[in-house]
Nanobody, 126 residues
Framework: QVQLVESGGGLVQAGGSLRLSCTAS??????????LGWFRQAPGKEREFVSA????????YYADSVKGRFTISRNNNENTIYLQMNSLKSEDTAVYYC?????????????????WGQGTQVTVSS
């Protein structure tokens, strides 16, 4: 089992930045090769893909809506994944979830992931 805990969410003005973190415990990715991802769910909407990264950190993927503004990274020694969010917009307001999967490749579909965090709220005021 993998336990994932997100942090770093909050209230920020449009144009501002936030960095989300997600730390794993239990079956950690310092020991097991895991692909990791970030998803988000805005009020009244389906959860959607934001970004994903392979275990090696070489392959990274982004939703078109965040490309050029968000950067995903990971530190396997510290069992942590990050999402640096710049130039935030009101439409980025959502609960952000990190997720892990049993294989080392990245994925952009929810069902590819085996473990999920509880989420952290990001609110962007315009």
């Amino acid at each position: 089992q993998v336990q994932l805990v997100e942090s770093g969410g909050g209230l920020v003005q449009a144009g501002g930045s936030l960095r989300l973190s997600c730390t794993a415990s239990g079956r950690t990715f310092s020991t097991y090769a895991m692909g990791l991802g970030w998803f988000r769910q805005a009020p009244g909407k389906e959860r959607e893909f934001v970004s994903a990264i392979s275990h090696s950190g070489i392959n990274k993927y982004y939703a078109d809506s965040v490309k050029g503004r968000f950067t995903i990274s990971r530190n396997n020694n510290e069992n942590t994944i990050y999402l640096q969010m710049n130039s935030l917009k009101s439409e980025d307001t959502a609960v952000y979830y990190c997720a892990a999967r049993r294989v080392p490749t990245a994925g952009n579909i929810e069902t590819m992931y085996d473990w999920w965090g509880q989420g952290t709220q990001v609110t962007v005021s315009s």
